[in-house]
């Protein structure tokens, strides 16, 4: 009998044992898997490495590790977008983010904090809270090198308006010949040595080359400019440039211009000269962001100012500060646009007949690849406009002082023209044949019709010995 109750005991023991492990083997197998939230490749650190992962992921270049996927969406939305990537960039460089990266979290714990968004084609059972609201655009570009020392001490009172008489706008109309998109690139020392024999071999078929960054300092020149605007002459590709701005204030953004003007004396692009208008670096955000109303003078005060010289003006920009920063008709609707948004679709949200440039891609890319094979990484262009027949009829970008005659009246002489008082006729509109003839002295007026090559006009002066194309 003793025998029976002891081996009831031991059975009793034996069943709650196992019991005690089912248990506890029902609570290891629901319990969740951590994970370090941004840690997209699974090495168990937030790096660069991470936000480069999810940008190849989302081009399709490689894929991040299913088990991996919940880790690499930063913002916890449920979908992987390269919203991601920016909050892991962001985070590392030290900005405030709403998201605990790289803490060790489980899913149901994100849950708690950033509810799933409800699916509006259900009625909703409860009040969700929505995820904090993160910006929309990408960085345009890599980050181009900060002044190695700081900008020209600006005077204590610089100016808050751009100059008060701007000249007058580019052209806004189209040529009357239907004008097929381009695509093209855009450049900068960050491209290296670049082979633009390749770059038009993959089909691109116009450059936008930095020339530098900042004020008038040689030292903020791109050490690539001279060389790739030869490489694109050499084998008669279309070229523009742009700078990169730092200004924070109207005298910084004029020594800009002074910028642009020596880097081009003596070229003469076929394409628009840019103004980059952003803050890729952070360098703006360290340093005293601009209020709104003198971001929009400084692009005010550069684009007037190239104008003036005699070239083509364009603001280039995203979608972020349009809406937001720039946001300002007298800008917008009085100069070309540069648009950059890496996006499948052009999202413009200006006036259509501004938009001549959409940058579609860069690192990240919804259209096609974001390399040329030979070339490496590469930004992406369409061109909307006949720039170059905009450019050289209308007489920007140095192309009145040879090759083309000016633009209409104007009431001072351009640069070239010093002996040329004035067009009688032009031979090839004139049914008698008659000459043209430009006498000698200093000018006050130039009468001609754009477009007209200056080597079908018979310049006579004593002085003045032009030089055709």
């Known amino acids: 009998m003793r025998k029976m109750k002891g081996g009831v005991a031991i059975a009793l023991i034996c069943v709650l044992l196992m019991s005690v492990m089912m248990m ?6 629901t319990e969740e898997k951590a994970f370090i939230l941004g840690d997209a490749d699974g090495d168990g650190e937030v790096s660069v490495i991470d936000a480069t992962l999810i940008q190849k992921h989302l081009a399709q270049v490689t894929a991040i590790a299913e088990n991996n996927l919940d880790a690499a969406d930063a913002d916890h939305d449920y979908v992987l977008s390269v919203i991601d990537a920016v909050i892991i960039q962001k985070w590392l460089a030290k900005y405030y983010v709403a998201y605990p990266i790289h803490a060790s979290v489980t899913k149901s714990f994100l849950d708690k904090l950033f509810p799933k968004p ?27 090198e900060p002044p190695t020392e700081e900008p020209t001490e600006a005077p204590t009172d610089p100016p808050t308006e751009p100059p008060t008489d701007p000249p007058t706008e580019p052209p806004t109309e189209t040529p009357t010949e239907p004008f097929k998109t381009l695509k093209g690139v855009d450049t900068s020392w960050a491209n290296g040595d670049i082979d633009l024999n ?3 071999a993959a089909g691109f078929d116009f450059v936008m080359i930095r020339c530098g960054y900042g004020d008038d300092l040689t030292y903020q020149d791109d050490s690539q400019f001279e060389s790739t605007v030869k490489k694109a002459e050499k084998i008669g590709m279309p070229w523009g440039t742009y700078l990169y701005s730092y200004a924070l204030n109207l005298t910084e953004a004029q020594s800009e211009v002074a910028h642009v003007k020596r880097l081009l004396k003596n ?70 646009i540069w648009y950059a948004q890496w996006n499948s679709e052009c999202e413009y949200p200006g006036r259509a007949d501004r938009l001549g440039m959409w940058q579609y891609g860069g690192e990240v890319n919804f259209l096609e690849s974001n390399s ?22 209308g007489g920007y970008n140095n192309w009145a002082a040879s ?6 009246c104007v009431d001072e002489a351009q640069d070239g023209f010093t002996n040329i008082v004035s067009y009688s006729a032009i031979d090839d509109i004139d049914p008698d044949g008659e000459e043209l ?28 010995e032009p030089v055709y194309e």
């Open 24 to 29: 506890s083997f029902s609570a290891n197998a």
């Open 267 to 336: 070229k003469k692009p076929t394409l628009p000269v840019a103004f980059d208008m952003e803050d890729a670096d952070g360098y703006k955000q360290r340093h005293g962001f601009p209020s709104n109303t003198l971001l929009v003078n400084i692009c005010k005060t550069f684009l007037s100012g190239v104008q003036s010289a005699g070239y083509y003006p364009i603001l280039y920009t995203n979608l972020d500060y349009m809406k937001n920063k720039l946001n300002d008709n007298s800008l917008l609707n009085n100069y070309d």
């Open 372 to 393: 040329i094979s030979g070339v490496g990484t590469i930004d992406k262009n369409f061109m909307y406009k006949d720039y170059p027949s905009i450019i050289k009829r």
């Open 198 to 200: 390749k770059v038009k």
């Open 118 to 144: 409800v699916d509006p084609t259900e009625p909703a059972t409860e009040e969700t809270v929505p995820p904090t609201e993160l910006p929309t655009d990408e960085p345009t570009e890599e980050p181009t």
């Open 437 to 464: 003839v430009a006498a000698s002295g200093a000018v006050e007026e130039i009468s001609c019709i754009a477009g007209i090559p200056l080597d079908q006009i018979n310049v006579h002066s004593p002085e003045y």
């Open 403 to 408: 090759g083309y005659a000016a633009s209409g």
